[in-house]
């Protein structure tokens, strides 16, 4: 199986051609515009592949208050090009959503497929119309809502920034840092959702998806269990979200219900803070191996 990935640079999109080892074919911003469906279709008659995975996101949350055409065309529109070429070639498009999508209203439990989504950012609207032109337009979909990633390439400086790697910066600098605790959510390995999706390629079982670590967290439980576990003696003091406004307003509860993925991939993802140990680990590695 041939596996076209484009965000190939990212975070995920990395952390996917290693899961695929050697199978995929990894295309960045400058490789292929997914706002151009000519630049898509130029790239798939250059390559024979089996499956499409979009990786390619507009992500900065706050800046598409301001950028709210820049965001709908990356987050809607260029997945609405790719759904209607893959369509054309009966390939399977796996397309990556947000947890973004949710927010208007309030759940104590984790939010299901069935649920109805209501962002409340600008971003997450965007988000929301690319999962609907997805869905509507290729019938060999997987559309798959993720929450909170982090992964290597956000170090090595090929891929956007994540919590965990700006908590051990600031961590480094500081004694004490005030930290949200108010919005719930699953911090999620892109190392486990490379896996998962890998897992469900394999399958026919098309559909709309959430696949996030196991596990409630807040912002300030998670920078907590990121100082302790690297040893760090950093305080952290939990504040609401009032004490530290945004542009975008985020969902207070962003937890996925991951029951569907666990049935159709047979097994289920690990725990949260075992996913964090482990990019802890492998990151305390590659560290002491660069400098020797």
């Not at 076209?4 to 995920?12: A, D, F, K, S, V």
């Not at 790239?43 to 950028?67: F, G, P, S």
């Not at 299901?112 to 971003?123: H, L, R």
């Not at 962003?254 to 029951?259: F, G, K, N, R, V």
Request: some cysteine; charged content about 25%.
């Amino acid at each position: 199986m041939k596996v076209l990935i484009l965000g190939g640079e990212g975070q995920l999109g990395t952390e996917l051609q290693v899961s695929l080892r050697g199978s995929s074919i990894a295309c960045g911003r400058n490789d292929v515009d997914i706002t151009s469906r000519e630049s898509f279709l130029h790239q798939l008659d250059k390559t024979a592949v089996d499956v499409v995975i979009n990786a390619a996101a507009y992500n900065l949350v706050d800046q598409a208050e301001d950028e709210p055409d820049a965001a709908y065309r990356i987050n809607a529109l260029g997945p609405r090009n790719l759904a209607l070429e893959c369509a054309v070639r009966n390939l399977p498009l796996v397309h990556i959503s947000s947890d973004y999508v949710f927010g208007q209203d309030a759940s104590d439990d984790p939010w299901k497929e069935t649920d109805t989504p209501g962002p409340v950012s600008a971003y997450g609207t965007s988000k929301l119309a690319g999962e609907y032109f997805v869905r509507s337009l290729s019938e060999k979909h997987f559309v798959i809502r993720t929450c909170g990633l982090y992964g290597h390439a956000a170090r090595t400086g090929t891929g956007k920034g994540n919590f965990v790697e700006t908590m051990l910066r600031l961590g480094s600098e500081r004694d004490e840092l005030r930290v949200v605790n108010d919005q719930h959510c699953t911090p999620t390995s892109v190392k486990d959702l490379a896996t998962a999706i890998c897992d469900l390629i394999q399958t026919d079982s098309y559909g709309l998806y959430h696949c996030t670590n196991v596990g409630d967290c807040t912002w300030a439980k998670l920078a907590i269990e990121i100082f302790q576990y690297s040893k760090l003696d950093v305080c952290v003091s939990p504040i609401p979200s009032s004490e530290y406004p945004t542009k975008a307003k985020r969902p207070k509860q962003s937890l996925l219900d991951c029951t569907k993925l666990t049935a159709v991939i047979g097994r289920a993802m690990p725990h949260w803070k075992d996913a964090l140990h482990q990019y802890l680990d492998e990151r305390k590695i590659d560290e002491q191996l660069s400098d020797s």
